[in-house]
């Protein structure tokens, strides 16, 4: 062989070493790229030729570092899942922003309601309320949930945007059926029980619709128009009124109740009192008969005598004032004049003014 | 010999990936495949997995989204049976279900043309459907005459139906009302009917209220007036019975009248002449009788 054949050969030599070692650092790095992690919010699932490894929870790879054979024969596929989805439904509510809605503000509100822009919905008695609503709800059926539906612009992407619409438009679609199946004052007084038929509704739809998800919770919010704040205050002022007036009636009727037993219990004691107090004094009076009947019998005349003076001298001991009238000497009346009012009137006293 | 062997390995290696990538096509899970050759469709395949093709120029690979897809039609008026203006918006899962079907009718089997066309369907049977029901059907507190899960079978029966006929390769998976409303005009009505019927409301609360207090109010009067009449009965009744028990001892004072007169009368005189009282007696009142002639009488003489 020539030098410049064997020049040819070593250089076409060395070129075939440095393919060789290109060719092997690219299948190692290939082998390489087959490493991946997932982040502590999300799962991931792997299409080995495009079908999913492993079945229900299974599927599911959870945080941490992977490895997979790369793609062609691999794709791994990250979504984020967390333990507890959530779903809002705005459709049957004004207008009002996330800023507004966080603050808690309501937005002025014109005359009418414009469908296009406020929601609504229609009760059983024709009426307009808003109705809003939040669902919590957890992953049951991953499967059914990532790989049969799509969200809009999700074409050739996974996630769960697609399952996330599912919801919400069953969500939608129970306020609309609970309230028009409900009358107005039964939607905005009773909200346990229209929440209930919200929740029950949504559970019936997830079911048929085989949505793959389990309903957690579900919180209802609703209430009138804003443009009838001050028509339905009204009522609520009225049903105030109403309990204070039975309030006090009832109060009055305690009141009345509770006198009319302590009068009537008075009474009864009063009515048992002067009955003792007569047995015993007629007993006593029958007594003081029988103890002095014999002496009356023996001298009636002097008995009498002697039971007056007594009397007259206990009687006089109690008197107030006694005054002795002596016979004139001619036999003429005497005449007494007499003060009666005894008594000085005291200054400011309401007793003698009366 | 070693080199060789991986010369040969890697060599085989690339040759395979190459192959690969020629003649083998991936359909995943939520795909569905058509393959054509020479522009017209030749297969479908909706299993996910690898499968062999012929290479590019003489096949083609269409991979559509087999998902259940979401769209909503327009928020559209309609009249109602009864001559109700009625605003509806209905939401659909659709999805794929004939894909051999679907790629001809739909320029490269586009989902958005395929939405486009699906809307108008929907639309066109809403409209259909609501025209044929009072408001009555969509708003009942008897839930026997709410038709609301009718109404949306119908339309989505219609809908089915339509596509069928059409052989777009479509499947409705499910149909919903996703929005009712009214015509803006006739909120303020309804709004004015609202505002009568609450002042009429709160009329009522009132006055059943200042009633029912009422009605509380006399018969707690009446209650406690009998209260207190039968507890003067039986005041009177234990009266009575001390009326009864002095009756039984008449007997004794009916031994001698004259003494219980005496004792009676005396007994009168010491309870009235305890206070506040003013006695004038004169020389003929026992025992003052005793002071006859004396100094006193002596003077007045």
């Known amino acids: 062989m020539d030098s410049g054949a064997q020049a040819m050969a070593d250089a076409l030599k060395s070129s075939f070493g440095i393919v060789k070692f290109v060719m092997s650092g690219l299948f190692i790095m290939f082998l390489f790229s087959g490493i991946f992690t997932v982040g502590p919010q999300e799962k991931a699932i792997v299409l080995q030729f495009g079908k999913p490894v492993g079945d229900g929870e299974k599927m599911l790879l959870g945080s941490g570092a992977h490895w997979s054979f790369p793609y062609p024969i691999n794709e791994v596929i990250k979504i984020p899942i967390t333990e507890v989805q959530e779903v809002r439904s705005r459709t049957q509510w ?5 800023v507004q809605e966080a603050k808690g503000e309501i937005p002025y509100a014109g005359p009418t309601l414009n469908p296009a822009i406020d929601g609504y919905t229609l009760t059983a008695d024709g009426n307009i309320i808003h109705a809003k609503a939040t669902l919590r709800y957890h992953i049951d059926d991953p499967r059914r949930c990532v790989f049969d539906f799509a969200g809009k612009g999700t074409q050739q992407s996974f996630g769960l945007v697609g399952i996330s619409n599912a919801v919400l438009n069953a969500l939608d679609n129970a306020l609309l059926h609970a309230s028009g199946l409900t009358r107005v004052d039964d939607v905005l007084l009773d909200k346990i029980a229209f929440q209930d038929a919200v929740t029950r509704r949504v559970a019936k739809l997830v079911s048929e619709q085989k949505l793959g998800i389990i309903v957690d919770q579900c919180i209802v919010e609703t209430r009138q128009p804003r443009q009838l704040d001050m028509a339905f205050q009204q009522v609520t002022d009225a049903g105030q009124k109403r309990g204070t007036a039975l309030t006090e ?3 009055y009727r305690d009141k009345k109740m509770n006198e009319a037993e302590g009068n009537a219990v008075a009474r009864i004691n009063t009515a048992q009192s002067e009955r003792n107090a007569m047995v015993a004094k007629i007993r006593g009076d029958a007594s003081i008969f029988t103890d002095n009947l014999a002496s009356y019998k023996r001298n009636p005349e002097l008995f009498l005598q002697q039971h007056l003076v007594k009397t007259l001298g206990t009687a006089i001991a109690g008197v107030d004032y006694k005054m002795y009238l002596p ?23 309401n007793e003698t003014k009366r | 010999m070693k080199k060789n062997l991986l010369t040969i390995v890697v060599s085989a290696l690339l040759a395979a990936i190459f192959v690969l990538i020629l003649f083998v096509f991936q359909v995943r899970q939520s795909e569905v495949a058509v393959v054509t050759r020479f522009g017209r469709p030749v297969r479908t395949q909706s299993e996910p997995g690898a499968f062999f093709r012929l290479p590019p120029g003489i096949e083609s690979v269409y991979k559509l989204d087999q998902r259940i897809q979401s769209l ?5 008026e309609t009249l109602t049976a009864d001559n109700n203006n009625l605003l509806t918006t209905v939401y659909v899962g659709w999805r794929i279900s004939d894909a051999a079907a679907f790629f001809p009718k739909f320029k490269g089997g586009s989902v958005i043309d395929a939405e486009r066309n699906l809307k108008e369907v929907v639309t066109q049977a809403k409209a259909a459907v609501v025209g044929k029901h009072p408001l009555s059907d969509f708003v009942n507190a008897n839930p026997k005459d709410l038709k609301f899960d009718a109404i949306e079978n119908e339309i989505k029966a219609i809908l089915q139906e339509k596509i069928a006929a059409n052989n777009s390769g479509i499947r409705i998976e499910y149909l919903g009302i996703k929005k009712i409303g009214l015509p803006e005009s006739v909120t303020q009505a309804v709004f004015d009917r609202m505002t009568a019927d609450r002042k009429k409301l709160a009329d009522k609360l009132e006055s059943e209220g200042l009633a029912e207090a009422q009605k509380i109010r006399s018969s707690a009067d009446r209650e406690a007036a009998q209260k207190i009449s039968v507890a003067e009965g039986e005041a009177r009744r234990i009266k009575g019975e001390g009326d009864a028990v002095a009756a039984s001892y008449l007997p004794v004072f009916e031994q001698n009248p004259d003494l219980a007169r005496v004792l009676l009368e005396s007994e009168a ?3 009235t002449l305890k206070e506040r009282s003013i006695l004038i007696f004169d020389s003929r009142t026992s025992p003052f009788n005793l002071l006859t002639g004396s100094f006193t009488n002596k003077l007045s003489k």
């Open chain 1, 94 to 98: 004004f207008l009002q922003s996330a």
């Open chain 1, 249 to 251: 009636a009832r109060s």
């Open chain 1, 327 to 349: 016979t004139s000497a001619d036999g003429k009346p005497i005449e007494l004049r007499l003060n009666l009012n005894r008594e000085p009137i005291k200054q400011g006293s």
């Open chain 2, 72 to 76: 909503e039609d327009p928020f559209t």
């Open chain 2, 269 to 271: 005189l010491e309870t």
